[in-house]
């Protein structure tokens, strides 16, 4: 994306929240892990399909939609390689990709149920084809705190 224009009327509505991402992972890096609040859940619809298959349903509607530092750069770490990822059928992640987070999470293609988050929350995977990649991330969801919380992302061509 980089400072393009957003060509789509979606990319241009969910232009400021990348470029809100953009600016958080520009920040340095501390010992403690930074939060980014991208926004509020949308088309929640589509995520209580998935969590509607765990013990407990949830109720995700008005849930707070987060990144950390720290997830990003372990996804960056174990799927930003080319050769790596090659082996896998997949793309390394840029740290661009990042900035599509707002619109993959806010107008899903799919959200399906996966396992328990490490925090023992249901996670999901969310998937969203943009420009020909099929973007895949996986969130958790923090009931207590009323968030659904970025834990991984991977990409492929269609």
């Given amino acids: 994306m980089g400072d393009r224009k957003p060509g789509s009327a979606e990319e241009r ?7 809100a991402v953009r600016q958080f992972l520009a920040l340095p ?29 949830i109720d995700v509607t008005g849930f707070l939609v987060i990144m950390d530092d720290q997830h990003v750069a372990h996804a960056l770490r174990r799927h930003g390689s080319l050769r790596s990822e090659a082996k896998r059928g997949q793309i390394g992640l840029e740290r661009d990709d990042f900035a ?15 396992d328990k988050g490490r925090r023992g929350g249901p996670a999901a995977v ?10 895949r991330v996986i969130v958790e969801v923090r009931a207590r705190q ?9 990409k492929a061509r269609v």
């Fill in 13 to 19: 509505r969910y232009a400021d929240a990348s470029r």
């Fill in 29 to 57: 890096r501390g010992d403690d892990p930074q939060v980014h609040a991208i926004g509020p859940l949308r088309h929640a619809a589509k995520y209580h399909r998935a969590f509607g298959r765990v013990e407990e349903w």
């Fill in 100 to 114: 599509r987070l707002p619109q993959i999470l806010g107008d899903p293609d799919t959200v399906e149920s996966g």
């Fill in 126 to 135: 969310v998937t969203k084809v943009i420009g020909g990649v099929r973007y």
């Fill in 146 to 154: 009323r968030q659904i919380a970025f834990v991984s992302m991977f």
